[in-house]
């Protein structure tokens, strides 16, 4: 299981700095997670705000 950025991302950045374990980084217009290390904690969805990390 692991987080994933939806394309409604609005590429803020809050969430890059609540992750625990640094997995989330801007990519090509959305921010995105790495889905190896992600430990589906849900702090990332905690700050969004627009919703857009949902567990996969
Ligand atoms: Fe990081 Fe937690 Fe979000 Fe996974 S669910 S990307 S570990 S903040
Ligand atoms: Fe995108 Fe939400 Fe992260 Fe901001 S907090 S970069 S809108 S996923």
Known sequence: MAYVIKDT????????GECPVSC???GDGIYVIDAAACIDCGSCAGVCP???PQPE
């Open 24 to 26: 989330i980084s801007e």
């Open 9 to 16: 991302c609005i590429s803020c950045g809050a969430c890059a």
């Open 50 to 52: 627009v919703d857009a």
